[in-house]
């Protein structure tokens, strides 16, 4: 695809992101299923559901915009996500490999935070009104996702700390 113009650049960050969202649909259930605490586990399934509905917004604003999220690979969350499966193969005490998988949610929350906050900040300067308020909510809503993810490796964390430690 060869970048013109913003509007050109606007649409490849849009096909980026719809192939990170649909990669990360993948992944969550395999994080959910190896996630020991359950919060983080519950986690992991809520934003499932949230990122289907990424997909949708996504999938809206390439409707506004008359084109479709095919034809780009997100080699970011390739990345990430390989990141996040290898913490998942690894040998380690369930609490570690919880740790292990926040860090790994976490980093996949600050690449999208980027990506969405650089997309809606696009479509602003091209007049793109609707697709920048449907990004603002998704970009609200990655904000929440790794929020929460704090929230649980303060307990998570803890919890690792006293592993592998003699009485």
Not at 30 to 38: C, E, F, L, P, V
Not at 39 to 63: C, K, M, N, P, Y
Request: hydrophobic share 40%; with cysteine.
């Amino acid at each position: 695809m060869k970048i013109k113009n913003l509007n050109d650049l606007f649409v490849r960050e849009l096909k980026d992101l719809y192939s990170a969202e649909k990669q990360l649909t993948k992944a969550l259930p395999k994080m959910a299923k190896a996630a020991s605490n359950d919060s983080l586990r519950q986690a992991f399934e809520a934003h499932l559901q949230e990122t289907e509905g990424h997909v949708e917004r996504l999938d809206e604003i390439f409707g506004q915009l008359g084109t479709t999220g095919r034809g780009v690979k997100c080699k970011g969350m390739e990345g990430l996500i390989e990141e996040g499966q290898e913490a998942i193969e690894e040998d380690m005490e369930d609490d570690i490999r919880d740790a292990a998988l926040i860090g790994a949610a976490q980093r996949v929350e600050h690449y999208e935070i980027a990506a969405y906050g650089c997309a809606r900040t696009f479509a602003e300067h091209l007049g793109h009104d609707e697709a920048a308020k449907l990004l603002q909510e998704t970009l609200e809503e990655e904000s929440a996702a790794d929020k929460k993810l704090t929230e649980i490796a303060a307990d998570v964390n803890q919890g690792a700390v006293t592993v592998g430690k003699e009485d």
